[in-house]
């Protein structure tokens, strides 16, 4: 009860000290020191004016007298006018300013009720948000917490700097290789991994040249266009699909982004088609099918595409993975069992992969595991592993960097 004491009285002393200011009736003595200024300002404008009218008529009077001509008379009547016009607007500009001020107290009305609302508003989104009674949690009970974030820190930070290294190694060589196919690629594949898509096109155009426009490396520059451009698929990353696609290469990246290039433009239904023909042809084990499974349902189930049949969904599971008997099984467990078994085979995933951690595929299929268990932590952990065993590789840690942001892995 007395955190909520303590808070109220902060709330309303903090109101106070808003609202004062404004609701105060009073006028300031800059306020009255604006209003004599008027006052001022408008009798010696009014002033200038009778001046001007008594110019006007003596210079009618200079002509009757014959001091002006007709030429310098008017002349002298222009000038005059222009004077009094001049005079006359801005004495209606003071005007409307004295008129705006007038207005000043509902301006300190409104303000006020904004206040309130905005005071009575932050209240209740703590009411629904916020957490009075949770107990503190000081420096020394966080102090595993703190070294695992520290590791991971630090593991990252020695990937960023073996793949600058690379970049920079590579770059040197191309300088005085610069028809080397493979450098090309790899300091392509360097750059995406550092999130530098925009660069990488120069690299992987390179590629695409030299190996007189292989579909593979058009795969990959079309990849670094749709990232330089957060993944929107335009006009030049499109051609450059259709090219790849008349090719034969097999890089399932070609029709998985003519798929996304389909539900951009709003065809869901042609996108659905082009990823299930891609999810069948695949292999079991291929480390993207999961994303391209679910992707697929995710589009079927909010476009209401019937997808009955015609997706062959037991390839979405690693090769080494349950059989018929296990799936069969599985279906007479309680939900507590069955969860236990699928975290009973995460787990041996995991241990066979810290005596053989040389398989990208496995930690792939790790960290899908994992998010879809909810343990994103385990997810984070296993994507740096397998990014630190693939440190001298950039094309694979590229994938696994393209991978942990497609399924939501946030990379430190």
């Given at each position: 009860?007395?955190?909520?004491i303590v808070?109220?009285?902060i709330?309303?002393?903090?109101?106070?000290?808003v609202?004062?200011?404004?609701?105060?009736?009073?006028?300031?003595?800059?306020d009255?020191a604006?209003?004599?200024d008027d006052?001022?300002g408008?009798?010696?404008?009014?002033h200038?004016?009778?001046?001007?009218?008594?110019?006007l008529?003596?210079?009618e009077?200079?002509?009757?007298?014959?001091?002006?001509?007709?030429?310098?008379?008017?002349a002298a009547r222009?000038?005059?006018?222009?004077?009094i016009?001049?005079?006359?607007?801005?004495?209606?500009?003071r005007?409307?300013?004295?008129?705006?001020?007038?207005?000043?107290?509902?301006?300190?009305?409104y303000?006020?009720?904004?206040?309130?609302?905005?005071?009575?508003?932050?209240?209740?989104?703590?009411?629904?948000?916020?957490?009075?009674?949770?107990?503190?949690?000081?420096?020394?009970?966080r102090?595993?917490?703190?070294?695992?974030?520290?590791?991971?820190?630090?593991i990252?930070?020695?990937?960023?700097?073996?793949?600058?290294?690379?970049?920079?190694?590579?770059?040197?060589?191309l300088?005085?290789?610069?028809?080397n196919l493979?450098?090309?690629?790899?300091?392509?594949?360097?750059?995406?991994a550092?999130?530098?898509p925009v660069?990488?096109?120069?690299?992987?155009?390179?590629?695409v040249?030299?190996?007189?426009?292989d579909?593979?490396?058009?795969?990959?520059y079309?990849e670094?266009l749709?990232?330089?451009?957060?993944g929107?698929i335009?006009?030049?990353?499109?051609g450059?699909?259709k090219?790849?696609?008349?090719?034969?290469s097999?890089?399932?990246r070609?029709?998985?982004?003519?798929?996304?290039?389909?539900?951009?433009?709003g065809?869901?239904?042609?996108?659905v088609?082009?990823?299930?023909?891609l999810?069948?042809?695949?292999?079991?084990?291929?480390?993207?099918?999961?994303?391209?499974?679910?992707?697929?349902?995710?589009?079927?189930?909010?476009?209401?595409?019937?997808?009955?049949?015609?997706?062959?969904?037991?390839?979405?599971?690693?090769?080494?993975?349950?059989?018929?008997?296990d799936?069969?099984?599985?279906?007479?467990?309680?939900?507590?069992?069955?969860?236990?078994?699928?975290n009973?085979?995460v787990?041996?995933?995991?241990d066979?992969l810290?005596?053989?951690?040389d398989?990208?595929e496995?930690?792939?299929?790790?960290?899908q595991?994992?998010m879809?268990?909810?343990?994103?932590?385990k997810?984070?952990?296993?994507?740096?592993?397998?990014?630190?065993?693939?440190?001298d590789?950039?094309?694979?840690?590229?994938?696994f960097?393209?991978?942990?942001?497609?399924?939501?892995?946030?990379?430190n």
């Amino acid at each position: 009860m007395t955190i909520w004491i303590v808070l109220a009285a902060i709330t309303l002393l903090v109101a106070g000290f808003v609202l004062w200011p404004v609701l105060r009736q009073r006028e300031t003595g800059a306020d009255a020191a604006s209003d004599d200024d008027d006052q001022n300002g408008n009798n010696e404008l009014n002033h200038d004016l009778a001046v001007y009218r008594d110019q006007l008529a003596e210079i009618e009077r200079d002509i009757e007298r014959g001091v002006l001509s007709t030429e310098q008379a008017n002349a002298a009547r222009i000038e005059v006018q222009r004077r009094i016009l001049n005079a006359d607007q801005r004495i209606k500009a003071r005007e409307s300013g004295a008129t705006s001020r007038i207005g000043k107290p509902s301006l300190r009305i409104y303000s006020a009720l904004a206040i309130v609302l905005f005071l009575i508003g932050g209240f209740g989104l703590y009411l629904d948000l916020g957490s009075p009674d949770m107990p503190d949690r000081p420096i020394a009970s966080r102090a595993d917490e703190i070294n695992a974030i520290q590791q991971a820190e630090s593991i990252n930070s020695d990937r960023l700097a073996a793949l600058n290294r690379a970049v920079s190694d590579l770059s040197q060589k191309l300088i005085a290789d610069p028809e080397n196919l493979k450098g090309w690629e790899l300091l392509g594949a360097s750059l995406m991994a550092l999130g530098r898509p925009v660069e990488a096109q120069t690299a992987f155009l390179e590629a695409v040249k030299l190996s007189d426009r292989d579909g593979d490396y058009l795969a990959m520059y079309a990849e670094s266009l749709i990232r330089g451009d957060n993944g929107q698929i335009n006009a030049t990353a499109r051609g450059v699909l259709k090219e790849a696609a008349t090719t034969q290469s097999g890089d399932p990246r070609i029709q998985y982004y003519l798929g996304l290039a389909d539900a951009q433009d709003g065809n869901i239904a042609a996108a659905v088609d082009r990823w299930i023909a891609l999810a069948n042809s695949a292999s079991a084990d291929a480390a993207w099918l999961p994303m391209v499974v679910a992707r697929i349902k995710d589009a079927a189930l909010a476009q209401g595409i019937d997808i009955e049949g015609r997706l062959d969904v037991a390839k979405a599971a690693p090769s080494n993975g349950p059989s018929q008997d296990d799936v069969a099984a599985a279906q007479q467990m309680t939900p507590e069992e069955r969860q236990d078994m699928i975290n009973s085979m995460v787990d041996g995933l995991a241990d066979r992969l810290d005596g053989n951690p040389d398989d990208p595929e496995g930690w792939a299929r790790l960290m899908q595991a994992y998010m879809v268990l909810g343990k994103q932590d385990k997810a984070q952990a296993a994507y740096q592993k397998a990014s630190d065993v693939f440190a001298d590789q950039p094309d694979l840690v590229a994938r696994f960097d393209a991978l942990a942001k497609e399924i939501g892995i946030t990379a430190n």
